[in-house]
Structures are given as structure tokens and as C-alpha cells.
T-cell receptor, first 115, second 117 residues
Framework: DVKVTQSSRYLVKRTGEKVFLECVQD?????MFWYRQDPGLGLRLIYF???????EKGDIPEGYSVSREKKERFSLILESASTNQTSMYLC??????????????FGPGTRLTVT | AQKVTQAQTEISVVEKEDVTLDCVYE???????LFWYKQPPSGELVFLIR??????QNEISGRYSWNFQKSTSSFNFTITASQVVDSAVYFC??????????????FGEGTQLTVNP
């Protein structure tokens, strides 16, 4: 079974802190994604990566950065956390493919509260 | 740009009722994929089904069925004889093959389904 793990289920940080959210997948997937989930807005893509050291901005990248130094690990960084970044953060991974669209496998999520 | 609309924010039914979750999508791509995911209270999204734009056959899997209609740009999901364990948030998602990088999905807003005993 594919397993996507996230470093924390719950996290409380203060405004201005630098925050690292870690995601690890064990199925050798090329693609990895970071989403945030807010009530009434569904899932919105922050960043994704289709290879080591490669990254692309999603729909809402402002205030975030990412790092992918190894294939299995994809980190989301909040350089200076703000209260409007309080949200549920979901990591996902998938095989790569243009002709075929593979499903994404999701981690359990990290509920981040910024006070 | 792609868009997915799930107009039903919340649905509440009594156990054993049938329930249909609506999904309407917009895309300019001629080839695309549609997905349904389930998010139970534990939080982890679970993949349910994938459909490509060339396959309009309806699909049934146990109590779940999906109705894909390109003419109305809809991909609706029906649960027959609902059970309490079906309570979850359900997301419809779309990926157009016209996009060149990664496997970006566009998600709908989600429908919270509550099945009461």
C-alpha cells in the first residue's frame, strides 16, 4: 500500500515563526503536492514537484516555499507564519504521466494554527 | 482555466436512503480525467474512482455508482442504501491533459454527507 506520512497531525505556531511541514512517501512516486484545505474552498494547490529539486507554483504560492532534496521527501516552508495561514495542510503523491492521469495518494494532514 | 463545482455544501440523510452528490466541471481540454475522493473524519482523502473523458460508461462498485455525462459536463456520484460509515466529505476533482507539467488536479468545494442512524 502507498503510504504518505506527514510529520505532525497538529501544530501550533506563533505569528512570525518559520514553520516546516514535512511529507514522506514510500512508493517512489515522481510527483508530490502540497494543498491547503479551508471550509467552503475545497483543496487549493500551493506547490507541486515533479522531480527532485524541481518545483512549480500552484494556485496560492504566496507566503510559502518548498524543498525537494530527495525523491521521497517534500517539505513546505512558511517563512514567516501569519494567522491567515491557519489551515489544514495536505500532502499528496502520484506517479507521473501525461497520457494517463494517476490518482493522488494523500497523507493524513497537518492542522496548523498560527496565533 | 478549469473549474469544478459541487453545489451541495451539506447533505443529511437517514440510513438506507439513496443519495446523489452532484459535480459539474468546466475545461477546455478535450482529454481530461475526473475523480472522486472521500475524506472521512480521520482526515485522509481516499481515492474512489477515476474516469477519462472518452469513457462515458457508467460505473457501479457495490453501493457506489457514477454517472458521467459529457453533454451536461457532470460526473455525479450515487450511494445506494446509505450507511453511517458513508458520512464524510466527498470531493470531485478534474485534471485536463492539456496541462504540461505534473498532474495538477482542480478540486470542487466538497460536499459534507451525514448519514443518520
Amino acid at each position: 500500500d502507498v503510504k504518505v506520512t506527514q510529520s505532525s497531525r497538529y501544530l501550533v505556531k506563533r505569528t512570525g515563526e518559520k514553520v516546516f511541514l514535512e511529507c514522506v512517501q514510500d512508493m517512489d512516486h515522481e510527483n508530490m503536492f502540497w494543498y491547503r484545505q479551508d471550509p467552503g474552498l475545497g483543496l487549493r494547490l500551493i506547490y507541486f514537484s515533479y522531480d527532485v529539486k524541481m518545483k512549480e507554483k500552484g494556485d496560492i504560492p504566496e507566503g510559502y516555499s518548498v524543498s525537494r532534496e530527495k525523491k521521497e521527501r517534500f517539505s513546505l516552508i512558511l517563512e514567516s507564519a501569519s494567522t491567515n495561514q491557519t489551515s489544514m495542510y495536505l500532502c499528496a503523491s502520484s506517479l507521473a504521466g501525461l497520457a494517463v492521469s494517476y490518482e493522488q495518494y494523500f497523507g493524513p494532514g497537518t492542522r496548523l494554527t498560527v496565533t | 482555466a478549469q473549474k469544478v463545482t459541487q453545489a451541495q455544501t451539506e447533505i443529511s440523510v437517514v440510513e438506507k436512503e439513496d443519495v446523489t452528490l452532484d459535480c459539474v466541471y468546466e475545461t477546455r481540454d478535450t482529454t481530461y480525467y475526473l475523480f472522486w475522493y472521500k475524506q472521512p473524519p480521520s482526515g485522509e482523502l481516499v481515492f474512489l474512482i477515476r474516469r477519462n473523458s472518452f469513457d462515458e460508461q457508467n460505473e457501479i462498485s457495490g453501493r457506489y455508482s457514477w454517472n458521467f455525462q459529457k453533454s451536461t459536463s457532470s460526473f455525479n456520484f450515487t450511494i445506494t442504501a446509505s450507511q453511517v460509515v458513508d458520512s464524510a466529505v466527498y470531493f470531485c476533482a478534474l485534471r485536463g491533459v492539456g496541462e504540461t507539467s505534473g498532474s495538477r488536479l482542480t478540486f470542487g468545494e466538497g460536499t459534507q454527507l451525514t448519514v443518520n442512524p
